[in-house]
């Protein structure tokens, strides 16, 4: 099967960046992140990254109990591959940050590849009233917060999950997180190929200008070579724009509600399913096509569903 021409399409349903106050159309409960994911698959998604959030407030919420209650259901209704974030929320210890992928051992873990200044503030500043108590303290601390990804910290993550064979989609954030990578890969702590997921506009990380783009690309290619398959995340606003630019270089794609909330200039999107569906029309129009999750599954090869603890 040749998958030469196939663009993979993650999801990501959630996320612990966005807030209730932001869109009525985020997904908290298990009800409504099963609901979105198995949306976002049918769309066309062939990698669903999954976050929980408390469905009473819609706080953040790291536990294995709180994946419990809607992993095993997305398992059972699609094929995508299950991602789960090693990152949860700005403000998480790493214990916590890695427990879900510990007791679940998914086909694909996010990892977050530096320590870096990650900057929410903005954000919670477009807002006078909020929805609950927990958000705009959640904001403000981004500011004189660090989001701590030490070379201890990512050894500890890979240590604990390549026990399981879960690969990773390792989330750089600017040029030093694709020279953090090497040095793993020198020391023989990750293994090939490497999905790497270029981040784009988040304030700490590198920016969104089609430079930045090609910046980020030339240097994870000369870096990795043959060994990576390289995926795109725009936050914000530079969503689309940034997944056309790099499905035209040859990239894959992230979409979803944690990294964007839009469908347009000023229009929030009403569901994953719809942003999903946003990038297939940019992947059809290039003339290239949709990744199934057995073609992401051949890509970036993925243990199989059926080797996992979901």
Not at 38 to 47: D, M, S, V, Y
Not at 94 to 103: G, Q
Request: charged residues 25%; hydrophobic residues 40%.
């Amino acid at each position: 099967m040749s998958t030469s021409n196939k663009v993979v399409i993650t999801c990501a349903i959630t996320g612990g960046i966005h807030t209730p106050t932001m869109t009525p159309h985020l997904p908290i409960t298990p009800d409504e992140i099963t609901n979105e994911a198995l949306a976002a698959a049918e769309a066309g998604a062939a990698i669903l990254h999954l976050h929980a959030r408390n469905p009473e407030n819609g706080k953040p919420d790291q536990s294995p109990e709180a994946f419990e209650k809607f992993l095993p259901r997305i398992k059972q209704a699609t094929a995508a591959a299950i991602n789960i974030t090693t990152g949860g929320s700005p403000g998480m210890t790493l214990e916590d940050r890695v427990l879900p992928a510990k007791k679940f051992a998914p086909e694909v873990a996010s990892l977050n590849m530096g320590s870096m200044n990650f900057g929410l503030f903005p954000l919670g500043e477009k807002y006078t009233d909020f929805k609950y108590d927990w958000e705009k303290p959640f904001f403000e601390s981004t500011k004189d917060g660090i989001f701590r990804n030490t070379f201890a910290d990512i050894e500890h993550v890979l240590e604990t999950c390549y026990e399981n064979d879960t690969r990773f989609e390792f989330e750089c954030y600017d040029i030093s997180h694709l020279y953090n990578l090497a040095h793993f890969v020198q020391r023989g702590l990750v293994k090939a190929p490497f999905f790497v997921q270029s981040v784009f506009g988040i304030l700490g990380g590198i920016g969104t200008h089609p430079e930045d783009v090609i910046h980020m690309k030339r240097t994870a290619d000369r870096l990795f070579g043959d060994d990576m398959r390289w995926s795109v995340l725009g936050a914000g606003a530079s969503q689309m724009r940034i997944a056309a630019q790099a499905a035209a270089m040859g990239g894959n794609i992230r979409v979803g509600l944690e990294d964007s909330i839009w469908a347009g200039k000023g229009i929030l999107a009403k569901s994953n399913a719809d942003q999903v569906k946003m990038a297939r029309k940019i992947i059809e129009g290039l003339g290239l096509e949709v990744a199934s999750p057995d073609d992401a599954r051949e890509i970036l090869q993925l243990k199989g569903a059926d080797k996992t603890n979901i």
